[in-house]
DNA sequence: CCACGGATTGGCT
DNA sequence: GCCAATCCGTGGA
C-alpha cells in the first residue's frame, strides 16, 4: 500500500456526530509519524463513548484534568491509561463541549510491522500467533505504537499522529454490537468492527 | 489525605 | 475460564 497517495482526513471529518465518525473510522489508516520511525494501521474495530447519556463513559461525571481533551472540538488524540498497565488511545469527536471519542480497539498492521514487533515482543515475529496478537486489542496497539501519556492532546491535523483516508467499508461487512470490559451502560451497541478481519480483538 | 477500582492483558489452572 | 499485576485519576473524608 502507497501510503503518500492517501489523503489525510481534515477536522470535518472528526467534527461530525459520534457514532458516524465512529463507524467511518472503520478502514481508515491510523499514522504514527515520529522521527524516523513510520507506523501504520488499518482501523477494523471500535467503540464510541459520549459522556452525556453513557456511564462508561470517562466525561460523564464531568470535566477532569485526565478527560478534559474530550471535550476539545473533534480532532484530537485521547490517551489514558488503565489497569496500572496499559494505554489506550481514543479519537475526540464532536463539537467542542461535547466530551465524546473513538476507543480504538484494533488494527491491522500496514507499515512498520518489524517495529511493532519489537514493540510489543522485543524480537521478531516467529508465527502466525503471534502476527494476530500484535494490535488485536486496545492496549495492544498502543504498545505496538508506541503510543504513551506523551502524545496525550496530539493534534490529528498537524501533529505526529493523524489518519489517512480511505474508501468506507460497505455496511454488509459491518458488525455492530455490544461494549466490551464495561460494567454500565452495557446495553448501548456503540461497537462497531469489520466483519472477519483477524485484528479484531474478539467476536 | 487516602481508598477504590478500571474502556486490559497474559499467564496459569 | 479465572485472576493477579500495577498505576494513577477520582471522589469522599
Known amino acids: 500500500m502507497n501510503l503518500s497517495k492517501l489523503k489525510k482526513l481534515n477536522r470535518t471529518f472528526y467534527q461530525r456526530e459520534l457514532l458516524v465518525v465512529a463507524r467511518e473510522l472503520l478502514g481508515k489508516i491510523l499514522v504514527k509519524a515520529d522521527g524516523s520511525a513510520l507506523l501504520a494501521g488499518k482501523i477494523v474495530e471500535v467503540e464510541a463513548y459520549d459522556g452525556s447519556i453513557d456511564e462508561a463513559a470517562h466525561t460523564y461525571t464531568g470535566k477532569t484534568i485526565r ?8 480532532g484530537y488524540f485521547y490517551v489514558y491509561f488503565t489497569y496500572g498497565a496499559h494505554f489506550c488511545c481514543n479519537i475526540v469527536t464532536g463539537e467542542e463541549g461535547h466530551g465524546t471519542a473513538v476507543l480504538i480497539r484494533g488494527v491491522e ?11 510489543r515482543y522485543g524480537k521478531n515475529l516467529v508465527n ?9 486489542g486496545p492496549g495492544k496497539v498502543c504498545q505496538a505504537f508506541g503510543i504513551t501519556r506523551d502524545y496525550y492532546g496530539e493534534d490529528l ?11 468506507k467499508i460497505p455496511e ?15 446495553e448501548l451497541n456503540w461497537r462497531f468492527y469489520i466483519k472477519d478481519n483477524p485484528f479484531v480483538s474478539r467476536k
Open 67 to 74: 478527560n478534559q481533551i474530550m471535550f476539545e472540538a473533534g
Open 109 to 119: 498492521p500496514v507499515e512498520g510491522v518489524v517495529k511493532m514487533a519489537f514493540n
Open 128 to 136: 502466525e500467533k503471534e502476527k494476530y496478537n500484535l494490535t488485536s
Open 157 to 167: 491535523i498537524k501533529g505526529r499522529v493523524y489518519l489517512l483516508n480511505q474508501p
Open 172 to 186: 454488509q461487512m459491518v458488525v455492530q454490537t455490544t461494549r466490551i470490559g464495561i460494567k454500565k451502560s452495557i
